[in-house]
């Protein structure tokens, strides 16, 4: 094989901010990997966003999102628009990154085809098959089916060879979130300014995000309640919540925090100037997993609003920490950080775990290397050491353990 026919998959936004970096380091190099971007369209306008930002351009669009769909409804059509695309133009990989359901229909497409799938952002578990829903399936499932595995940390590694993954078949590349991120974050906090000019006002910002399916409902009051009642304490706190628009959330959000003081309930920020509100914010408050990757990179603390999570490197380097969802515990710590100097410094001094900004190289060379068009494989990524975690322990939320202590993993 002397070059590589390469089908890049994305249907999020968070899959888009982090293949775009891997997509142009595969078209630096026509001679050797001739990419296509293909989108299923699970997030569409967002996603569009992001790719317009980046100057990058998709050559196919598969428009599959409708309103009101289902998992099973969208995973249905992924599966079959994406099998027959693959049919057709047989690639000689499929790249898809995470834990989306575009990636496991995509993967699955690819295995049904014959077609070696390579998985970016591979080996993240939280243990829990529940936690986070439905993406803690997605990958797993994701792993098993791909045949190319690019670890972001040591950590998703060791996840990989505790599961048998052969160790040639994994490359610790570090995570292009931070590639992403370093591309765009001198003109960040200019666009998030110039959408927000609040945030310039002298008031210390509480960034808020949550969308996770198992906090819908009960928790998201909770959550909603925390966020009152901050407000309600700190006459210099101002809150800019990214309300996602799932009328599960939405509904919600808007229901409990409307009337309430200094608190922005603003539709979906584009990537970039959401970049700026981080580096902005004082303290974020997110279910995601993105932010947890992204805030390190900005010194900016994360109190985690889940009871796991499948990223322990913040927790472990003291950037983040898991809390759940209850109001009670959202309060007390946030009021910990804004009350607490000391506390607050040693959240913001900690140091990134996630990436240096070489992540998409190092995916092009180990994608290279694999299919034989390079003799040598890149230096792995070397982050942050785990050696007191393992692939069978998790992080969660406990008001009577440390910051980051791992707890054995709960049957599931």
């Not at 599959?64 to 693959?86: E, K």
């Not at 995470?98 to 993967?107: L, P």
């Not at 295995?111 to 439905?134: N, T």
Request: charged share 20%; net charge neutral; proline share 7%.
């Amino acid at each position: 094989m002397n070059s590589l026919d390469c089908m890049v998959v994305i249907g999020t936004r968070p899959e888009a901010v982090k293949m775009v970096p891997v997509f142009r380091a595969l078209q630096a190099t026509p001679d050797l990997i001739r990419p296509t971007l293909v989108l299923t369209g699970q997030h569409h306008e967002i996603v569009h966003e992001v790719l317009g930002l980046f100057d990058v351009h998709a050559h196919v669009d598969l428009g599959l999102m409708q309103h009101g769909q289902t998992l099973s409804d969208f995973t249905a059509r992924a599966l079959t628009a994406l099998t027959t695309l693959f049919a057709r133009a047989r690639p000689d990989v499929v790249l898809v990154q995470g834990d989306t359901t575009t990636v496991f229909a995509a993967s699955l497409a690819a295995f049904y085809q014959q077609i070696p799938v390579g998985h970016v952002e591979a080996g993240l578990r939280s243990h829990d098959k529940r936690q986070p829903f439905p993406e803690e399936m997605n990958r797993r499932l994701t792993g098993t089916l791909a045949d190319i595995h690019f670890a972001p940390t040591q950590s998703a590694l060791d996840n990989l060879l505790h599961e048998r993954v052969p160790a040639a078949r994994i490359f610790v590349t570090g995570n292009p979130v931070i590639d992403a991120l370093l591309l765009i974050k001198d003109r960040a906090v200019t666009r998030a300014l110039a959408q927000f000019p609040f945030l310039a006002n002298g008031k210390r910002t509480l960034l808020v995000t949550s969308h996770r399916r198992e906090n819908h409902g009960a928790p998201l009051s909770d959550i909603c309640a925390a966020v009152r009642q901050l407000v309600e304490r700190y006459g210099d706190l101002q809150v800019v919540w990214s309300v996602h628009p799932n009328p599960a959330v939405a509904a919600v959000v808007h229901r409990e925090l409307q009337a309430a003081p200094r608190v922005h309930l603003v539709p979906p920020i584009a990537y970039c100037a959401f970049v700026g509100v981080m580096a902005l914010a004082h303290i974020i408050l997110s279910d995601s997993g993105g932010v947890q990757e992204e805030a390190p990179a900005l010194g900016k603390p994360v109190l985690v609003l889940r009871d796991t999570t499948e990223r322990p490197e913040a927790v472990l380097a003291g950037t983040a920490k898991v809390i759940g969802t209850a109001t009670r515990t959202i309060v007390t710590e946030a009021a910990r950080l804004f009350e607490d100097p000391a506390r607050y410094r040693a959240m913001t001094t900690a140091v990134s775990p996630y990436g240096d900004g070489h992540a998409a190289q190092r995916i092009r060379d180990a994608l290279c290397f694999y299919f034989g068009l390079r003799q040598h494989a890149p230096d792995p990524f070397v982050g942050l050491p785990l050696s007191h975690t393992g692939p069978t322990e998790k992080t969660r939320s406990d008001p009577d353990l440390l910051l980051g202590t791992p707890l054995q993993a709960q049957p599931g």
